[in-house]
């Protein structure tokens, strides 16, 4: 079967090779891959700049989906001829996140998906949307359920106001999730184009952040005057000090990553004054993706796909992430 293996951390080295094909144990299911998504955690494996250990070789990306072809004795979830994504955080089925959890994430340290055949134990799997196809079903297991989960975690409902850094997939779904449940959307970018989309998918507000790059003031205003409820923190120190000009008093403010620094200075005055809740969001259980996958399935949500790429052009594809021109997710169809 092809396989895309990452032999050595960089680009260059993401080679197609030929593996054979695996069977599944007493536990396990036999996917069929048919499409997979990109996240800025897959580039970071590849570069070898993951914060934790990631062993080589290892067939790189955490989110695909794919078709059953045969299940292992003891499984109860699958049968063949389901389609199903991939579930990232693979022993997370419930509840908290415990320390002893970590590091079985699919896409690494576990195999990812960029291979015709792969075997995952049953719970690393979700059943995937009826209406979407597979190249669509494989952009939701981390941007989508994060997003997800942070409307989850802040309460959002009907009437509130979300504030979303940027048009990437996590903000997109963000944006669609938010509008699910009545509430208004603030948009950021830098890009009016891009602004004008994110308006078209039915964001209320799109704020310049390059021609406004103070725009924590102008969010509040724009909020009314007391600030957005929730902010969609997906950029990190660059923006944490405007987030909190942005948000009001006893808001939210959910840290997703750190494109834009890892250490930042927080100003505690506001985050004092403000009663602020600062949460630390990454992905969630498979409970919370299965409500997910309801709610996506009963309103006919449809990810917002930014460009479609083949299964050897896996480097473009990472190009493109990287370069930020996306609106929305990239994937890779295994078909073309």
């Not at 970590?102 to 195999?111: R, V, Y």
């Not at 209320?204 to 390059?210: A, S």
């Not at 808001?251 to 985050?271: D, Q």
């Amino acid at each position: 079967m092809r396989a895309i293996q990452l032999s050595a951390f960089g680009l260059d080295h993401l080679d197609l090779v030929d593996l054979p094909a695996p069977r599944p144990g007493p536990h396990e299911v036999l996917v069929r891959m048919e499409a997979a998504s990109l996240n800025y955690r897959d580039h970071m494996v590849v570069n070898g700049d993951l914060y934790r250990g990631v062993p080589l070789p290892i067939a790189p990306v955490s989110d695909g989906a794919g078709t059953v072809l045969e299940v292992g004795a003891d499984v109860i979830r699958f049968k063949p001829g389901d389609r199903v994504t991939t579930f990232y955080k693979s022993r997370w089925i419930a509840g908290a996140m415990r320390p002893e959890w970590e590091g079985a994430e699919i896409g690494g340290p576990e195999p990812g998906v960029m291979r015709e055949l792969a075997c995952f134990d049953q719970y690393s799997l979700a059943r995937a949307p009826a209406h979407l196809s597979a190249v669509q079903a494989a952009t939701l297991p981390i941007a989508a359920l994060t997003a997800w989960q942070v409307l989850e975690q802040a309460h959002v409902t009907t009437g509130q106001t979300v504030l979303l850094l940027g048009t990437g997939g996590v903000s997109l779904f963000a944006l669609q999730f938010a509008k699910l449940r009545g509430a208004r959307a603030i948009v950021l970018s830098s890009s009016d184009d891009k602004l004008e989309r994110a308006k078209a998918l039915g964001a209320d507000i799109g704020i310049n952040c390059r021609i406004h790059p103070q725009w924590g003031a102008l969010v509040r205003e724009a909020s009314g005057g007391a600030g957005v409820d929730v902010v969609v923190e997906t950029i990190g120190a660059a923006t944490l000090a405007q987030s909190l000009e942005a948000v009001r008093m006893h808001g939210f403010v959910a840290i997703l990553g750190w494109l834009g620094g890892n250490e930042a200075t927080l100003p505690l005055t506001p985050v004092v004054l403000k009663r602020v809740r600062l949460q630390g969001i990454s992905v969630a259980p498979l409970e919370a993706h299965e409500r997910m996958v309801a709610a996506i399935e009963a309103t006919g949500l449809e990810p917002v796909i930014d460009h479609v790429y083949g299964f050897t052009e896996l480097r473009e594809a990472f190009e493109h992430l990287v370069a930020g021109r996306h609106f929305g997710k990239l994937a890779i169809d295994f078909n073309r």
